[in-house]
Antibody
């Protein structure tokens, strides 16, 4: 059974940093594209970033490029998102979501972790 | 970036009704389109991929159609469990983009 469990969310001041984690199980982590998708309170879904499967390529939304970094630790089956220079508009629930190949739907989603950027 | 436009943004319907949601892409995405259902406080759930393929376990009352730039999600007979928000999403190219969502409410 595929399981994705996010952690690391919390309250952070504007300009601060936070690292999110997504622990994956039930599939071969290294062969699958893994994404971060966020949802601001009361708003729609916004794709944030992807770490592709075997190729290791990364892509980012323009809204986070240069501030967020996606990476993974295959030995721990864990996906990360390092978020720096956080802004109020980054406040959202962050979901990790499993693709398959680099271009695929998002087959499985975690339950999400809430990031609040506020002073 | 490919823009995805969904309509309507809100839809009121009764149990048993046939419901159709439309999604338009700003450029051709072939059939690289997915539909998700999201209930309050929960993660989205994949319903349909490749425009018309039903994900495993999804009831057959859900169907998808279209290609290129015009797509539809149809619920043939709305059930109480179907009241939720629905999103389309293109996966033709990065950045992946979602439609703004359609909230299906009880009439």
């Amino acid at each position: 059974e595929v399981q994705l469990v996010e952690s690391g969310g919390g309250l952070v001041q504007p300009g601060g940093s936070l690292r999110l984690s997504c622990a994956a199980s039930g599939f071969t982590f290294s062969n699958n594209a893994m994404n971060w998708v966020r949802q601001a309170p009361g708003k729609g879904l916004e794709w944030v970033s992807v770490f592709s499967g075997s190729g290791g390529s990364t892509y980012y939304a323009d809204s986070v490029k240069g501030r967020f970094t996606i990476f993974r630790d295959i030995s721990k089956n864990t996906l990360y998102m390092q978020m720096n220079s956080l802004r109020a508009e980054d406040t959202a629930v962050y979901f990790c979501a499993k693709g398959s190949s680099s271009w695929s739907p998002l087959w499985y989603w975690g339950q999400g972790t809430l990031v609040t950027v506020s002073s | 970036d490919i823009q995805m436009t969904q309509s309507p943004s809100t839809l009121s319907a009764s149990v048993g009704a046939r419901v159709t949601i439309t999604c338009r892409a700003s450029q051709s995405i072939s059939s690289w389109l997915a539909w998700y259902q999201q209930k309050p406080g929960k993660a989205p759930k994949l319903l349909i991929y490749k425009a018309s393929s039903l994900d495993s376990g999804v009831p057959s009352r859900f169907s998808g159609s279209g290609s290129g730039t015009e797509f539809t999600l149809t619920i043939s007979s709305l059930q109480p469990d179907d009241f939720a928000t629905y999103y389309c999403q293109q996966y033709d190219s990065y950045p992946l983009t979602f439609g703004g969502g359609t909230k299906v409410e009880i009439k």
